[in-house]
Nanobody, 127 residues
Framework: QVQLVESGGGSVETGGSLKVSCEVFGYTYSWRCVAWFRQAPGKEREGIATIDSDAVITYADSMKGRFTVSQDSAQSTVYLQMNSLKPDDTAMYYC?????????????????????WGQGTQVTVSS
């Protein structure tokens, strides 16, 4: 059974940084694409970035510059480093995984492509 567990969310002031983690359990060596999304209250889920099994990282255009994706050497944990945070970054942050490399295609990840989801971790940025 596949399980994704996010951690590392919290509250920061404007301009601060946070690093959230997504640990993948269950099929570490067979996932082909992991993505980060966020969803603010009353808004649609928004794609941030993807990382594929070849460690190719793609960022949505609106997320370039302040967000950085990385992974550990075992490919079991994917990280999202967020810098210069703004109140508009306040949202629930989710990671998602899929066994298809094609799920990483395109400039921005699409939620409907991903089969497995974590429970989310809340990030709150105060002004």
């Amino acid at each position: 059974q596949v399980q994704l567990v996010e951690s590392g969310g919290g509250s920061v002031e404007t301009g601060g940084s946070l690093k959230v983690s997504c640990e993948v359990f269950g099929y570490t060596y067979s996932w082909r694409c992991v993505a980060w999304f966020r969803q603010a209250p009353g808004k649609e889920r928004e794609g941030i970035a993807t990382i594929d099994s070849d460690a190719v990282i793609t960022y949505a255009d609106s997320m370039k510059g302040r967000f950085t994706v990385s992974q550990d050497s075992a490919q079991s944990t994917v990280y999202l480093q967020m810098n210069s945070l703004k109140p508009d970054d306040t949202a629930m942050y989710y990671c998602a995984a899929d066994r298809r490399l094609a799920s990483c295609a395109g400039n921005s990840p699409l939620p409907q492509r991903f089969e497995y989801w974590g429970q989310g971790t809340q990030v709150t940025v105060s002004s």
